[in-house]
């Protein structure tokens, strides 16, 4: 079964700065998708960026870029520019490609960034 | 577009009773997810559907829930009877697989059992 950790339950950065978010997870498969998704004090889930296992080129959404690192198995977000609206909880999921029983998120635990002035 | 709808948002109830959630997914897309949120577990699958057919029903926690998509714009979650531990965020999510598998969530049914 496929796991994933966020190994940072908190962190803080201020108003206009880089902040990076970690990520791996564990899985023997070579076909893949990885996700990041924010949620809000609303607590909706909202899709930030996602990236596909098999491309070697990573993902970037405006201000949101991951660093993927497939032989680490590793999927860091990078926030540029952090602003107010970013304060947030942070999920990194997994999902297999396939039909069946693995094609489901998995998600980490979840890292809380305050986004301060 | 419409995104996921989820219904009620809010419901607070006495343990108990019948509670039943309702999710309508984006419009042509084929799967459809249950996914509960608490503290104590974080975000679990509950039930997850492929074109209206349950595929894998292993994270419902036990016989007071059910879940049912009579049809591909229609699904529910019923939990009966309802007990204070029950209480969590829901969220229903859908993906139409054939377009890049992203998985999109609506905003949540926040129960509380009293």
């Known amino acids: 079964a496929q796991t994933v950790t966020q190994s940072q339950p908190e962190m803080s950065v201020q108003e206009a700065e880089t902040v990076t978010l970690s990520c791996t997870y564990d899985?023997?498969?070579?076909?893949?998708?990885l996700f990041w998704y924010k949620q809000p004090p609303s607590r909706q889930m909202i899709l930030v960026i996602r990236?596909?296992?098999?491309?070697?080129q990573n993902a970037t959404e405006n201000r949101f870029s991951v660093n993927f690192q497939k032989a680490a198995k590793s999927f860091s977000l990078k926030i540029s520019d952090s602003q107010l609206g970013d304060t947030a909880m942070y999920f990194c999921a997994f999902m297999s490609p396939y039909t069946g029983t693995a094609s489901k998120l998995t998600f980490g635990t979840g890292t809380r960034l305050q986004v301060t002035l | 577009d419409a995104g996921v709808i989820q219904s009620p948002r809010h419901e607070v109830t006495e343990m108990g009773q019948e509670v039943t959630l309702r999710c309508k997914p984006i419009?042509?897309?084929?799967?459809l997810f249950w996914y509960r949120q608490t503290m104590m577990r974080g975000l679990e699958l509950l039930i997850y559907?492929?074109?209206?057919?349950?595929?894998?029903d292993s994270g419902m926690p036990e016989d007071r829930f059910s879940a049912k998509m009579p049809n591909a714009s229609f699904s529910t979650l019923k939990i009966q009877p309802s007990e204070p531990r029950d209480s969590a965020v829901y969220f229903c999510a859908s993906r139409q697989q054939q377009l890049g598998n992203t998985i999109y969530f609506g905003e949540g049914s926040w129960l509380t059992v009293v």
């Open positions: 990236q596909e296992a098999y491309k070697q």
């Open positions: 559907f492929n074109n209206n057919v349950p595929i894998d």
């Open positions: 419009s042509g897309h084929n799967s």
């Open positions: 899985t023997s498969e070579s076909n893949y998708y």
